[in-house]
């Protein structure tokens, strides 16, 4: 059986190795305790490094580790959700909120599926109110996706006022990121079933009916 290790060896050259260990030790070790509990030297030491300079001589800083993990896991991100969105299209036009819903959670499922804990450093991140600035720094390009599916979700919900339109949006975001997490931290992922009860919740926020402000029934 060939492991994602011995794949890894065969695939990358020692300093490239290097670098992915590293990158995949912060993930999973920011994922775990928040990115600012985290230090260099417990990184350095959960990728199996000795050399303590070894991280400022691949990243430079503890910002641009982060920032290496956006750049290590978007592009397959970005590509599955693209693929998605462009079936969908094909398939029936306009995306519906649903479908948007869809292209945002299921490559981070596939994220869970594949053992990376790249969903529960988004959730991290959350915590800390800074996952929006952290985003701001990764290459355009690779957020690009992003944007797609959540100018199409805006646009499917047209008859609502633009600040209940974000708040909604906000919300399910949040929540996805909430619930996903806690696969993460199991070290699991939802089902079929279960991811298509999950979304069709989402989609049933996004569509709740209005009241007026105050909102007594």
Sequence with gaps: MVTLQSARRGRYNAGEQTRILLIEAAERLFARSGYESVTLAEIRCAAGQGNASVIRYYF???EDLLRAIFEHRLPAISAERMG???EMRAAGGALSTR???WA???PLVSCLENGFHYVGLLDRLMDAGILADAFATADPSLTASAKTVDEAMRAALPDLPDRVR???IRMVYE???RTLSRYDRAG???DGVEL???VDVWDGMLHAVSHPTGGGT
Excluded: N, Y
Aim: aromatic share 4%; charged share 15%; net charge positive.
């Design 84 to 86: 998605l969105v462009g």
């Design 175 to 177: 929540s996805a990121l």
């Design 188 to 190: 699991t992922a939802p």
């Design 196 to 198: 298509a009860t999950f």
């Design 104 to 106: 945002v959670v299921r």
């Design 60 to 62: 430079g800083s503890k």
């Design 166 to 168: 974000g708040v909604r």
């Design 99 to 101: 479908d948007a819903l």
